[in-house]
Structures are given as structure tokens and as C-alpha cells.
């Protein structure tokens, strides 16, 4: 087996893909429904001669309504599928609202999911300041009231380092909640009337925490909840319901950081362990 390769037979690729989550049920395939992953997992399969839909491994999950520009994604297919002829052919059959930015051979170790370091996105909002672009409405959600960007960003950092984000997040069953926030910054792009970005980035995102995040940064930003109630927020051992869960169309998966190609299969290895939080009075 070549050091490129998926399972016998095989190669793993790695797909680079952007796409308008406005017309979507969210990534993950969903019988009846149209979604990313279905779209793409059946013109693979096509292409490739499958007989069947191919098996896609994705960084993120985005849920129903959330756009993408820097997704990624694997899939293992036969050694005689050609990267660029795949790349090449998805971009004529595919729908205009996915693209396949690139189709490469993946390094040894590569797990689009497991290897990530790191995801970035973004949620962009308009306030009662902001010069709307009407051409940009399915990628902004508009709040009422003026946004103080400086004062959610250092909300924001409150948050940041590990611990459990259950009060932020829907629980699933047998996942954990306890992440690593890296970065919660808020700025006002280009003049005092332009859009409210702000950039989350974490080594994961569990259900709804990324929107669950701004929804509650707003409540701050706008003067409607003191900064430190941040805290009490974060201290809870399950969903706030004074959190509000922001629209999906505000949000954007901007960046998926991976390690150097030797590092990649440590990566996987230490991110398929269960998540804990240090013990108190643990020994440092």
C-alpha cells in the first residue's frame, strides 16, 4: 500500500469545498432531503464508478442553513481515479451553490475530521449603525440596537482556554461538551456603519455552540445583559435558556487548520480521545 492510500485498493483524497447553506439541510446526508454531503457523496460515486454514493469524512458538520467557504473533507476511491479529472468533472455537474475549490492527494495520516487542529468561522451581523447590502442578506443576520464590538470581543475573551461549554451547546448523547475556545474576537469591518464580524475559533464546535456564542456576545454587545453575566452563563453544567440561538444564515465556516504532514496522524490519534478537564488539584 502506498503511503497515499486509504484502505487497500485505494487513495484518500482530500476535497477543499465552499458552498451557500441557504438551500441546504446542513451537511450530513439525510434521506428526502437535499444536503451537502448527499450532493456531493452522488456525483463522486458517479464519476468515480462507484455503483454507490461515495463515503465523505468532513471537518465540520454545518448545520441546516450555515454557508461554507473553507470546508474540508476525504473520501477514499479507487487508485485510478485521477485528482484533477475528479476536480475538473465536479465542477461542471455540481449545482451552482457548491464549490470544489481543489481535489488533491492526501498526505499519510490525513483525517479531515480527526487531524484538524482548529476551525474558524464567522458570524456577521448588521446593528442599527450598518449600511446594509442587500446582495449580502443571506450571509448577515440583522440585530436591533448598536453593537459595542470592543466590548463583546473582551466578553468574548472571558471564555477562551478549556472547559466545558455545555451551557452554550444542544447535548448529544455520548458526546462530550468540553472544548478548547482559541480565539472570540468581534470587529466593525471597514468604517463605524460597516458589518459586526465576529470570529470564533476553537479546536472543535460542539451543536449549536458557535451561534449559541454570538447569540449571547449580543446580548452583551447591545447593553441588554452586563458583561459578567458571561460568567454565570459559562458556569452552568447545561443549556442556558437565556442564551439566545442565532439564525444559521449569519454564519460562515471560514478555515480548517491542520498540521504539518508529519504531525497529521499523532493529531487524529489524540483527537479521537475523549475530551476531559483537568482534575482539581491535579498535579500541573
Known amino acids: 500500500m502506498s503511503p497515499d492510500t486509504g484502505t487497500a485498493g485505494t487513495r484518500r483524497l482530500r476535497l477543499d469545498i465552499g458552498y451557500d447553506g441557504a438551500g441546504f439541510h446542513g451537511w450530513a446526508a439525510q434521506p428526502g432531503l437535499r444536503t451537502v454531503e448527499g450532493e456531493l457523496a452522488c456525483w463522486i460515486g458517479r464519476i468515480a464508478r462507484l455503483g454507490t454514493d461515495a463515503e465523505l469524512t468532513v471537518a465540520g458538520r454545518t ?9 474540508v473533507a476525504h473520501v477514499d476511491l479507487p487508485a485510478d481515479v485521477v485528482p484533477a479529472e475528479l476536480e475538473r468533472r465536479l465542477r461542471r455537474v455540481l449545482p451552482p451553490d457548491i464549490a470544489v475549490h481543489r481535489v488533491g492527494r492526501a498526505a499519510t495520516g490525513f483525517d479531515a475530521r480527526f487531524a484538524a487542529l482548529w476551525r474558524r ?5 448588521w446593528d442599527e449603525r450598518s449600511r446594509p447590502d442587500p446582495l449580502l442578506r443571506g450571509q448577515v443576520t440583522a ?9 463583546m470581543s473582551r466578553t468574548g475573551s472571558r471564555l ?3 472547559r466545558d461549554f455545555a451551557a452554550f451547546s444542544k447535548r448529544r ?6 472544548r478548547t475556545l482559541l480565539d472570540c474576537t468581534a470587529t466593525r469591518v471597514g468604517d463605524q456603519c460597516g458589518t459586526v464580524e465576529l470570529t470564533v475559533r476553537a479546536d472543535a464546535f460542539c451543536h449549536s455552540m458557535v451561534r449559541s456564542l454570538t447569540g449571547a456576545l449580543v446580548a452583551v454587545g447591545t447593553g441588554r445583559r452586563p458583561p459578567g453575566w458571561i460568567d454565570e452563563v459559562a458556569a452552568g453544567t447545561k443549556r442556558h435558556g437565556g442564551v439566545l440561538v442565532m439564525p444559521a444564515g449569519g454564519l460562515c465556516l471560514e478555515e480548517v487548520g491542520y498540521p504539518g504532514d508529519s504531525e497529521l496522524a499523532g493529531r487524529a490519534e489524540q483527537a ?3 475530551r476531559a478537564l483537568p482534575r482539581t488539584g491535579a498535579a500541573p
Open 63 to 71: 448545520d441546516a442553513g450555515v454557508h461554507a467557504r473553507g470546508q
Open 160 to 162: 477562551l482556554g478549556l
Open 121 to 125: 468561522y464567522v458570524y456577521r451581523l
Open 272 to 274: 479521537r480521545a475523549l
Open 173 to 178: 448523547e455520548g458526546a462530550t461538551t468540553i
Open 143 to 151: 440585530v436591533s440596537g448598536v453593537l459595542d464590538a470592543s466590548l
